[in-house]
Each structure stands twice: as structure tokens, then as C-alpha cells.
């Protein structure tokens, strides 16, 4: 399987931290509802 987008984890911090740049584009790539790897998370 293929994932069209990957997604780290600095893109989550990155919604919710205080740049609002980064914010925003943050928020676009979480809503092409991204792969999060089981090994990120662990």
C-alpha cells in the first residue's frame, strides 16, 4: 500500500503551537487525512 500523504508528528504540535503560518499549513496537510506510521506513535 501507497499513502498519498505522511504525516509526522511536528505536523500535529504544529496545530496547535503558536505559529500561525505553520498553523495553517499544518491544518491542510491533517485535512488531506493523512498515513500516521504505528512507529511515529510508538
Known amino acids: 500500500m501507497t499513502a498519498k500523504c505522511f504525516a ?4 500535529v504540535l504544529c ?3 503558536k505559529n500561525s503560518r ?3 499549513i499544518a ?3 491533517l ?3 493523512p ?3 504505528a ?3 510508538n
Open 8 to 11: 509526522d508528528t511536528n505536523v
Open 15 to 17: 496545530v496547535i503551537g
Open 22 to 24: 505553520k498553523a495553517e
Open 27 to 29: 491544518r491542510g496537510i
Open 31 to 33: 485535512a488531506a487525512c
Open 35 to 37: 498515513v500516521v506510521s
Open 39 to 41: 512507529q511515529v506513535i
